[in-house]
């Protein structure tokens, strides 16, 4: 990496850090549609998997039809995403 794009990232990571999110929501979020990697890399990759995180906690992890959003739940797709 060249000086330049190390004092970039630097700089950038720098800001984020000096300046937190101040309006963080604790709605619950579920991601859908994304391939979830579980443990040992051994262990089989949950395809189409779903993922609730509540108040900033993982409370659910499965595929998209066992893991069900509560009411007011924030929905991220993440099908085809890399």
């Given at each position: 990496?060249?000086?330049?794009?190390?004092?970039?990232?630097?700089?950038?990571?720098?800001?984020?850090?000096?300046?937190?999110?101040?309006?963080?929501?604790?709605?619950?979020?579920?991601?859908?549609?994304?391939?979830l990697?579980?443990?040992?890399?051994?262990?089989?990759?949950?395809?189409?998997?779903?993922?609730?995180?509540?108040?900033g906690?993982?409370?659910?992890?499965?595929?998209?039809?066992?893991?069900?959003?509560?009411?007011?739940?924030?929905?991220?797709?993440?099908?085809?995403?890399?």
């Amino acid at each position: 990496m060249q000086p330049s794009n190390i004092f970039a990232c630097s700089a950038l990571l720098g800001a984020m850090l000096a300046f937190p999110a101040s309006a963080q929501t604790n709605a619950p979020t579920l991601y859908e549609g994304a391939r979830l990697i579980i443990g040992p890399a051994s262990a089989a990759p949950i395809e189409n998997g779903a993922l609730l995180v509540e108040n900033g906690v993982i409370t659910a992890i499965g595929t998209g039809g066992e893991v069900t959003a509560p009411a007011g739940a924030v929905r991220v797709d993440l099908t085809g995403k890399p």
